[in-house]
């Protein structure tokens, strides 16, 4: 008969610390889905019902980080992509320039 003991080890206690998934840009998808900016804003305008034109210029501000989007504007590139609006995983930190400073 084996010994017992007061404390059940895991035969998993050891395990690699989780993986987070891995981050495909908004850019990178785009251009994996084989779209242009062009592509993504055409889709948008004739898809959806924004108070103004969308530009390339706004598609391209997001997808680099220079500008925000509204859950709306998401929805709406996540659509012309082809993907679900949930695909998109707004959790993330903002880049840094040289000298640490939120760029």
Not at 21 to 41: E, F, H, M, S, Y
């Amino acid at each position: 008969m084996m010994p017992t003991s007061s404390r059940s080890v895991s035969k998993y206690h050891n395990q690699r610390p989780e993986v987070r998934q891995p981050v495909v840009t908004l850019q990178i998808g785009r251009k994996l889905a084989g779209k242009t900016l062009q592509d993504v804003c055409d889709h948008i305008n004739r898809e959806f019902a924004f108070p103004k034109k969308v530009e390339r210029g706004t598609i391209s501000a997001i997808e680099n980080g220079h500008r925000g989007a509204s859950v709306e504007m998401l929805t709406a590139i996540a659509s012309a992509l082809g993907i679900t609006a949930g695909d998109i995983n707004t959790d993330y930190e903002p880049r840094r320039s040289r000298h640490g400073e939120v760029a």
